[in-house]
C-alpha cells in the first residue's frame, strides 16, 4: 500500500512537471459552417489533433511555470475542402501578454491569414522539423508559435526574441520548397510571413525591438506603481522609435500589427494624460497610422486632457 502511494505521488509529480513544462495556453477552434455535407467529426478531429499538438509539445528547453505560459487563440475558418484532406480556410490569430501587478493583459499580435491552404489526413501523426519542411499545416502552426514567443520575449527583455526569431527563419528556410506564396519573397504581398520575418531580423528596423520593450516593460508593466507619468514617458518613447522605422519604410506589416493590436490601449492611456503628453501621442500616431486618425483625436477631447494625476490602468478596463 505504501508502494502504491508513493508510486501515485511520483506520478502526479511528473505529471506536474510535465505541465509546467509546456509554453502554451493556446485556445485553437476550427469553424466549419461554412462547409456542408462534410461529417463533422473531421474539423472535430482536426481541432483536437491541432490542439495537442501545440499543447502538448515541448517547444523550448525552458520549463514555464503556469502563469508564464503564452496565451493566445487561433481560430481556423474552414471555406472550402476537398477529398476530406485538401483543406482552404482562413486564420485567426491573436496573443496575449499579462501586464505586471495587474488584472490587464494586453494584445501583442491581432491579425488575420487568408487562402491559408493546408493538407490533414484524419489519424495520420502531425510531424514537424525547424530544419525539414514536412507539410504547410504544421510549419505554419510552428511558425506562429515561435512568432508567438519571439514576440513575448522581446516585450519581457529587450532583443529577448532574438533565439526564436531565428527558429522563425529557420522554418521559413525550410519551407522555400513549398508552392505556398506565404513563404516567398513575393513584392506583390509584404504582408506575408516571409515578410513578417523579414521586419523582425532587418536590422534596419531593429528599433521595432527597443519599441516593444519600452512600450511593454518599462511602460504598461510601470502603470501599477507610483511613475505612472515615467511609465507614459517610456510608452511615448517607444512611439517614437516606430516613428523612425515608419521614416525608413512606411508599409511595414510589423508597423501594422502594432497599429492592429494597439490603436484602442493607446486611447485609453492618454486620454486621462496631461494635454502636452496627449498631444505629443496624437501628432505621432496620425502621422504612422494615418487609417486611424479620426480615433487618436478621441484623446484630444477627452475632458481629463491636463490632469496631472491620471489614472490610466482604470481607463484600460482593470
Request: with cysteine; charged share 20%.
Amino acid at each position: 500500500m505504501i508502494m502504491k502511494k508513493l508510486l501515485l505521488i511520483a506520478a502526479a509529480l511528473l505529471l506536474n512537471i510535465a505541465a509546467e513544462a509546456q509554453e502554451f495556453k493556446v485556445t485553437l477552434s476550427v469553424n466549419s459552417s461554412k462547409i456542408q455535407g462534410t461529417d463533422k467529426s473531421l474539423f472535430q478531429n482536426l481541432q483536437s489533433d491541432l490542439t495537442s499538438f501545440i499543447n502538448d509539445r515541448k517547444w523550448t528547453n525552458y520549463n514555464y511555470q503556469t502563469y508564464e505560459k503564452v496565451e493566445a487563440n487561433i481560430t481556423l475558418d474552414i471555406s472550402a475542402v476537398s477529398g476530406r484532406e485538401d483543406f482552404t480556410a482562413s486564420m485567426n490569430i491573436q496573443l496575449r501578454r499579462p501586464v505586471y501587478n495587474s488584472t490587464y493583459t494586453t494584445t501583442l499580435l491581432n491579425t488575420k491569414e487568408d487562402n491559408f491552404k493546408f493538407k490533414y489526413i484524419e489519424g495520420q501523426p502531425l510531424e514537424f522539423d525547424p530544419n525539414n519542411y514536412t507539410d504547410n499545416l504544421t510549419s505554419t502552426i510552428a511558425f506562429y508559435l515561435y512568432y508567438f514567443l519571439a514576440l513575448d520575449a522581446d516585450s519581457f527583455t529587450l532583443g529577448g526574441g532574438a533565439p526564436y526569431f531565428t527558429i522563425c527563419q529557420n522554418i521559413l528556410n525550410a519551407a522555400q520548397r513549398s508552392a505556398d506564396a506565404s513563404w516567398q519573397r513575393s513584392f506583390s504581398d509584404q504582408r506575408n510571413r516571409y515578410w513578417m520575418l523579414e521586419n523582425y531580423t532587418n536590422n534596419s528596423y531593429s528599433a521595432l525591438h527597443e519599441a516593444s520593450y519600452e512600450y511593454h516593460r518599462l511602460g504598461l508593466d510601470m502603470m501599477e506603481g507610483k511613475s505612472q507619468s515615467d511609465a507614459r514617458n517610456n510608452i511615448i518613447m517607444a512611439l517614437e522609435n516606430l516613428q523612425k522605422v515608419y521614416r525608413e519604410k512606411p508599409d511595414l506589416v510589423a508597423l501594422q500589427q502594432f497599429y492592429d493590436a494597439k490603436a484602442d490601449e493607446i486611447v485609453n492611456i492618454f486620454k486621462e494624460a496631461p494635454q502636452n503628453e496627449q498631444q505629443r501621442v496624437v501628432d505621432i500616431m496620425k502621422q504612422i497610422n494615418p487609417s486611424n486618425t479620426n480615433k487618436y483625436e478621441r484623446i484630444l477631447q477627452s475632458t481629463s486632457g491636463g490632469n496631472t494625476t491620471p489614472t490610466a490602468f482604470p481607463a484600460l478596463g482593470k
